[in-house]
């Protein structure tokens, strides 16, 4: 039997280091406050804070977001949460929703979440072998995480899972130097 996922804070108590420590978002003192963090996770290596991938493995990328205070309970809107990746030396930067192939692409936007149904946010995308690009000696990226929480989640069902609507949270934060070779 699965464990059910957590609703309120805290919201993974048995992992209190999120790997690099998490981000605060400030908010409100008392009434509305937030945790983020996101982490790319070599799934072949035991070393979870090994920043070389092999091209020809999979890699999971993870953001949890952990919302405390009451207010968020009367809050609901659309996540959407990206990776952008910026070539150290030559090349061109590229965001991981434009390579991401379908469906894990859509794990990205996080649509009609409501604080009333759960304050622990979090979104797990697995990117397959060969999807960032990398070059004959290697290719090193600098690696950035972005969100945004928008209000209303004002989307076309048919043709778009992106989030739209009013901005009403946005973070980002820097992971570091990876190497794909």
């Known amino acids: 039997m699965a464990t059910p996922a957590p609703t309120s804070a805290p919201c993974w108590p048995d992992d209190p280091d999120w790997l690099d420590g998490s981000t605060e978002i400030e908010l409100s003192t008392r009434h509305l406050r937030a945790r983020w963090d996101a982490d790319i996770i070599d799934l072949d290596d035991k070393n979870k ?8 493995d999979a890699f999971e990328v993870r953001f949890r977001v952990q919302l405390e ?17 910026d070539p150290c030396g030559e090349g061109t930067g590229f965001n991981l929703s434009g390579v ?6 859509r794990k990205l936007y996080y ?34 995480a972005k969100f945004e929480l928008r209000c209303c989640c004002d989307h076309d069902d048919d043709h778009d899972d992106r989030c739209g609507g009013h901005l009403a949270v946005a ?5 570091g130097e990876y190497m794909f070779t």
């Open 100 to 105: 991401l192939p379908d469906p894990e692409r």
């Open 69 to 85: 205070g009451r207010l968020w309970y009367c809050i609901c809107g659309c996540w959407c949460f990206d990776l952008c990746f």
């Open 171 to 175: 973070g980002h934060e820097h992971l």
């Open 111 to 144: 649509r009609d979440w409501k604080g009333c149904d759960t304050r622990c946010v979090y979104v797990s995308v697995r990117v397959p072998p060969e999807t960032i690009p990398a070059g004959y000696c290697g290719s090193l990226y600098d690696v950035g």
């Open 49 to 56: 804070h090994d920043t070389i991938i092999e091209r020809k």
